[in-house]
């Protein structure tokens, strides 16, 4: 990784300011890393939890698929040392929102065999409904964690 090299030599060189701000570039690529790996998992939760509304019904393969979809999500939202988490509850309902129009055209090619587009689908689904179930499938998940 480049950019821990430059950190040594920054810090070799005795230039800590510099040093100090490439950290802090460092921890921010680390926290959208995490956050982008949290929406992908968010979208398949979303999926599954829109097929199971459309088609009023789940089958084993869904339910397996948020179980870990959900597991994924709290996993990587915990920080290990710090303690915490990265995205707090509100901000795990921004990145519900991030995932939902993803979420919703992946949907609209697997619910009811793909015989809705993406916005008739979205018609028929409550969709503060299905994020208020993510949410708190996630949020139940962390606290057993």
């Not at 790996?37 to 939890?49: A, G, R």
């Amino acid at each position: 990784m480049e950019e821990l090299q430059e950190l040594r030599e920054l810090i070799e060189r005795g230039q800590y300011a510099e040093a100090l701000n490439l950290i802090g570039e460092l921890e921010e690529m680390s926290k959208d890393d995490k956050i982008n790996k949290i929406v992908s998992y968010m979208e398949i939760l979303l999926l599954h939890l829109i097929k199971q509304e459309v088609e009023k019904r789940t089958t084993k393969s869904w339910d397996v698929s948020i179980k870990n979809s959900v597991y994924q999500i709290a996993r990587i939202n915990k920080r290990r040392k710090a303690g915490g988490y990265y995205l707090k509850e509100d901000e795990l309902e921004l990145a519900l929102e991030e995932a939902w129009i993803p979420a919703v055209r992946l949907a609209s090619l697997e619910a009811a065999g793909g015989q809705y587009d993406s916005d008739e689908l979205a018609q028929m689904i409550k969709k503060q409904k299905i994020k208020d179930t993510a949410l708190k499938l996630i949020l139940d998940e962390q606290s057993q964690q």
